[in-house]
């Protein structure tokens, strides 16, 4: 049996490799879900709801570097984990289960 010999082409594949897996881990590891909540004093309410919004928070590491793979988790990955909920606000037309009126 004739062995193949590594060659530099090898070496370049291997190390565009273990790059590409160290940066999703970097990812993984070290984005992290804050919520911020819209809505607030009138400020970009709407129809009478606020609105909660996770975004990435990166720690220490730089945003610009995993903005191409935080959108691919965005949209593709874990919409759910990144996606906006509404929260209605309480207008008192209907009565309160927690405080009910007498």
Known sequence: MRTR???CLDYIL???GVVSILYVAAYFLGVRRVVARKGLCGWASSANAT???PQPDFKLLPPGLFKPI???DRRILRPKTWASWRV????GSV???LNPKR
């Open 5 to 7: 010999n590594t060659t």
């Open 70 to 72: 935080h959108e691919l």
């Open 14 to 16: 291997l190390l565009i």
């Open 95 to 97: 009565n309160d289960p």
């Open 51 to 53: 609105v909660f919004t």
């Open 88 to 91: 209605p606000l309480w207008d």
